[in-house]
């Protein structure tokens, strides 16, 4: 997708060097779609004593990949990314040709904005669009497919939303687009998080909420139910399931190891047994949804890195799953 891309936004208006962007940029005649059920997983471009990848030794397994983490300027709303020497990259033009590759094999890869130590700003007309223009830069540079949004210290839903807007006009329905906020951003339809998911629905990709590193939360029936169990992942997601977002729009998002999360973690059998509760309406504990929700899109987990030190346990018994979903 790199070249159409880059032709896409320049054609609108935009090119990495001047950082500036218009809305009229057309989308690829062909777009590449994201699965149907997607597995995400998180890349560290960074080393956290996990394990260092280079993003084309990232397991098959994953449709979506999401390069965390874009960082905020000293400009409100503008973002950046540098690629971490440490991974062991030659050039950035390495980085950008396993990027490449990776999309050639069908797999989407999105820039993550935030993190748990990441702060951007967006709240008014001015930082809307130099998040705009500054996601659509780095885009452009690299050849993502997308972004991620991944802000865990409070968002604006107006100006994002104003923010997303802008983007997907300059670069159409092939935008790739994904939320992974916290399990507290997504407990009823009135924080900032959720509405920004509904402001976006008509072109948001997924949101894969992490259900972990919080305490007990509500579920979809008003009960409450504690972290790191099946109830927790299922009647959690039926916030969002009812809460106006299509079942394509929602993905369970769980640790790969328990070093990976200081809490919530479960074993990847616990994730199989939330998405068949959800979609088959099997193996389901205490909480039962009311209907079943085959197009679920999927799951999500932190990270990719954790995921390879433990020997790839999680995206070997989900990844599959995922794929073998109704």
């Not at 060097?17 to 690829?28: C, I, K, P, S, V």
């Not at 939320?179 to 339809?189: C, K, S, Y």
């Not at 998405?275 to 932190?302: E, I, N, Q, S």
């Amino acid at each position: 997708m790199a070249a159409a891309l880059t032709a896409a936004l320049v054609a609108g208006g935009l090119t990495a060097a001047t950082g500036t962007a218009t809305a009229t940029a057309t989308a690829d005649p062909a777009p590449r779609a994201v699965p149907r059920h997607a597995l995400t997983g998180y890349w560290h471009n960074f080393d956290n004593g996990s394990v260092l990848l280079k993003l084309r030794d990232v397991s098959d397994a994953y449709d979506i990949i999401a390069v965390a983490f874009a960082e905020s300027t000293a400009t409100p709303g503008q973002i950046d990314f540098s690629l971490d020497r440490s991974l062991g990259y030659a050039s950035e033009q390495e980085f950008r040709d396993d990027i490449a590759a990776k999309q050639a094999e069908g797999v989407s890869v999105v820039l993550s904005v935030g993190g748990a130590n990441g702060t951007v700003t967006v709240n008014d007309p001015a930082s809307a669009q130099a998040f705009a223009d500054s996601a659509l830069a780095l885009m452009a540079e690299y050849g993502f497919d997308g972004i991620d949004i991944d802000l865990e210290h409070g968002i604006n839903a107006t100006y994002l939303t104003q923010a997303m807007e802008q983007i997907h006009a300059a670069v159409g329905d092939d935008l790739v687009y994904t939320m992974a906020p916290q399990t507290l951003d997504m407990q009823h339809t009135g924080t900032e998080y959720f509405q920004l998911a509904l402001n976006t629905r008509d072109f948001l990709t997924v949101v894969n909420t992490q259900y972990y590193n919080s305490g007990s939360m509500l579920g979809c029936d008003g009960q409450v139910y504690s972290a790191g169990s099946v109830d927790f992942l299922t009647a959690l997601a039926c916030v969002q399931l009812t809460g106006g977002l299509a079942p394509s729009q929602v993905g369970l998002g769980a640790p790969a190891s328990p070093s990976a999360a200081s809490s919530g973690y479960v074993e990847p059998a616990v994730v199989v047994a939330a998405l068949d509760c959800l979609t088959r309406g099997t193996d389901c504990g205490r909480f039962v949804p009311d209907r079943t929700y085959p197009d679920l899109r999927g799951a999500m987990t932190w990270s990719v890195n954790w995921d390879a030190a433990d020997g790839h346990t999680w995206s070997g018994l989900v990844g599959p799953h995922v794929d073998a979903l109704p």
